[in-house]
């Protein structure tokens, strides 16, 4: 089982801490586990320029695909995403957010429908809840699953060690996303996963973005509405279905 790990930290100390709770934990599975991490800092990402290659053109068009684009393949590739990420200014740090800023191609063009994540947030003091729902948003609508979400204040005692109460919700989160993993299955996605998955998919439809077309066609996501390996009750299918008809009718009086 391979996990890859990202750190949105330019340090590795008190939300590490919490990373390595969860590595000896998922190592303690009886399984044979590898870890990859990528250290953002370690990356020197330039800034997104906000050129709109990765929409227009496709990601491999980014002036910092060289960088950003074997992270990428490493999420591909790994079972279980872990992002880590103190709050820094009542948000993410800024080496996230322009990590994050280099994948909003993935909003376009939703990917890792059958991925899990866990979401690590540690805070001295609040934004904790603000950062974990804004990774989780953006990992959902990446496609990810499910998002499994840690969020801590004062997460160390004034010795720097992790209380037993943090200890124990660390292992029992570690263990149901390892569990998560190992069992395969794929949650139905909710309104909002839908809600977005739907106006992506007509935006694709009525074709102004052709890169965007093209793999909404070629993946076969256009016919449906969410992922076809994922279930989705009647209710949703029906509700978005109206939603997507309705969506594409105006989008596409609006291109005419």
């Keep these: 089982m391979k996990f890859l790990i990202i750190n949105g930290s330019p340090r590795r100390v008190n939300t590490w801490k919490i990373i390595e709770r969860i590595k000896e934990k998922l190592n303690n599975q009886n399984e044979d586990i590898e870890f990859n991490e990528v250290n953002l800092i370690e990356e020197n990402i330039p800034f997104c320029t906000g050129c709109y290659n990765c929409f227009i053109n496709g990601e491999e068009t980014c002036p910092h695909a060289s960088i950003i684009q074997p992270i990428v393949n490493k999420m591909i590739d790994a079972d279980g995403l872990i992002i880590s990420c103190p709050v820094y200014a009542l948000n993410t740090t800024g080496l996230l957010k322009n990590f994050i800023d280099h994948l909003a191609y993935f909003y376009h063009r939703p990917y890792f429908f059958e991925k899990k994540a866990l979401v690590v947030v540690t805070t001295a003091g609040a934004g904790h809840k603000k950062v974990g729902n804004y990774i989780d948003e953006t990992l959902r ?111 596409s009086k609006n291109t005419q």
């Design 141 to 251: 609508n990446m496609g990810y699953n499910e998002r499994i979400k840690l969020c801590f204040v004062n997460s160390h005692d004034p010795s720097g060690y992790l209380p037993l109460k943090t200890k124990e919700k660390i292992d029992r989160e570690s263990l149901n996303f390892y569990n998560s993993i190992k069992s395969k299955k794929l949650f139905s996605p909710g309104i909002k996963a839908m809600f977005y998955y739907n106006l992506w998919r007509a935006v694709a439809k009525n074709a102004h973005v052709k890169r965007d077309y093209d793999y909404w066609v070629e993946n076969d996501l256009i016919n449906h509405e969410f992922y076809p390996k994922i279930k989705c009750n009647l209710f949703k299918r029906v509700l978005f279905k109206l939603f997507y008809k309705i969506l594409s009718t105006m989008m």
